[in-house]
């Protein structure tokens, strides 16, 4: 039973990681920076929430456990905030998006 | 090399790609986006490591880190749209 959990762990890890590296390849392949964060903040916070919950199987029902869902519910709550920060500063200092002719 | 280490290593991986946008990023709201991916993944890497060294301190500096990129995130993203005056 504990190995069929194990390996179930290390599948939605790995499923986390390909998130994470789609959010990197995400960040490069678009030439825009409103469309560049959309991807990087939506497909990155998946790829982290994957993974962490890859994490919390993987080392079962404990105080360790806890503390991962705390670090899990901080990002998620703080990783919307900061990216809105950043596109707010943006929009607002006159960065537009240039029409393509 | 068990499985943890080698998620590590590809995070670590990951989280160059991540600073390589804050070299390149032509505004600075994209050197922001790249401070913060580059942040998530130093969490991520954190936390792996505090799973292999099997304490539970790691996951604290991951919690610490995070609060903290986020503060800096947003003075700095605040610095910037009041041109200077906070």
Known sequence: ?101 | MSFDEVVLIIVAGLSVFGLGRVLIGPTVWDRMIGFTLFSSKVIVMAVLIGMIIDRSFMVDVGLIYGVLGFIGTIMISRFIERRGDI
Do not use: C
């Not at chain 1, 995400?26 to 964060?37: Q, T």
């Not at chain 1, 079962?60 to 503390?67: A, E, L, P, S, V």
């Not at chain 1, 991962?68 to 950043?86: D, G, M």
């Open chain 1, 1 to 101: 039973m504990a190995q069929i959990v194990e390996w179930i762990a290390n599948i939605i890890i790995v499923i986390g990681l390909i998130f994470m590296t789609l959010g990197v390849f995400g960040v490069y392949r678009f030439k825009d920076f409103f469309s560049r964060i959309l991807v990087s903040a939506k497909v990155d916070t998946v790829g982290f929430i994957t993974i962490m919950l890859g994490l919390m199987m993987k080392h079962g029902f404990d105080f360790f456990t806890g503390k991962l869902l705390l670090v899990l519910a901080l990002y998620v709550i703080t990783n919307p905030i900061a990216t809105h920060a950043i596109t707010r500063s943006a929009h607002i200092s006159g960065y537009r998006i240039k029409k393509e002719r």
